[in-house]
């Protein structure tokens, strides 16, 4: 008694159908397709705009590292290994 039976959805469609009509219900839907297509070119868009800042940020903060300074050892240069542990002063 509470559910709709196959006649009753086909007698609802052909109401639907003669309210709005072939063209308004197609219409409907394009316009419900250029706002769903609207809505992905815009996320495609924040996201585009996040990678943009995310690529500058990394350009940015690939220009403000210190110069390291310190001079290189050769791989000829003798490095005195640490003395033993029993030889350590106390």
């Known amino acids: 008694m ?3 039976s196959l006649i009753h959805w086909i007698i609802l469609g052909i109401v ?12 409907m839907m394009g316009d ?12 495609a868009d924040d996201d585009e705009e996040a990678k943009r800042r995310l690529e500058e940020q990394r350009r ?3 220009q ?8 290189n050892r050769h ?8 003395p033993p542990v029993d030889q350590q002063p106390r």
Not at 16 to 27: D, E, H
Request: glycine share 10%.
């Open 16 to 27: 639907i159908l003669l309210l709005f009509g072939g063209n308004r219900f197609s219409a």
């Open 32 to 43: 419900v397709a250029k706002g769903l297509k609207s809505f992905k070119s815009g996320m």
């Open 75 to 82: 791989a000829q240069d003798p490095v005195a290994p640490p």
């Open 60 to 62: 940015l903060n690939m």
């Open 2 to 4: 509470g559910s709709f």
């Open 64 to 71: 403000e590292r210190p110069i390291d300074v310190t001079p």
